[in-house]
């Protein structure tokens, strides 16, 4: 890991590190899985105090690796700080949340699984929040055929995809939305945006990366191997 210099940005990202990965198979937590030789963690936090927006970079680590992630992070300085994650994803963001500087009125929620989103996805989410949004998410096309299911494996229909879009990390939010959607929050939700929707808040898309693949399964690692080996 090389060390960053100091940020100069007014964006502060939160990222809920402490997930199991069951998905990925037996072994560490997702955020410290290896890809290339270095966890998905230091991959993804290296890209995020790349971007100019960034000034500050939360991690909410799995309890019981707080002090690893730590040392691994050390090479980032003040640009980085760790905090204990929760038992979801939700607590996880909102112990970041409570944690991260006041005083930056825009911060981002990224998952370290999406370890390769580009300095460009991350740019492009902040400058729509600085340009009056109150909640941001990147999305691509949805290029499959999708269908209705019902309980007994039966398709009971084909939906429209011209209107549907996935949904990718970081997404970004005025803080007074995010902070009002986590306190207002009943149900576990593993999309920040789907709670400001609950709030009424407007979200806001802007073009996705395909760059910014989530990690879940074995096959992932796979293919973000081979990106990397793309440049």
Known sequence: MTAQPSMRGDVAVLVP???SGVRLGPGAPKALRLL???PLLDHAVRRLVAAP???RVVVAAPPDSVDSVRSMLRGYGPAVMVVAGGATRQRSVALALADSPA???IVLVHDAARALAPVELIERVAAAVRGGHDAVVPVLPVVDTIKEVDGRGVVTGTVDRAAL???QTPQGFRRAVLEAAHAAAVDDLTDDAGLAEKIGAEVFTVEGDER???ITRPLD???AELLLRRG
């Open 17 to 19: 590190a402490a997930g």
């Open 165 to 167: 879009r996935a949904v």
């Open 36 to 38: 290339d030789g270095e």
């Open 103 to 105: 005083d930056l009125d």
């Open 53 to 55: 927006s960034v000034h």
């Open 212 to 214: 910014a693949l989530k």
């Open 221 to 223: 690692l796979e293919i």
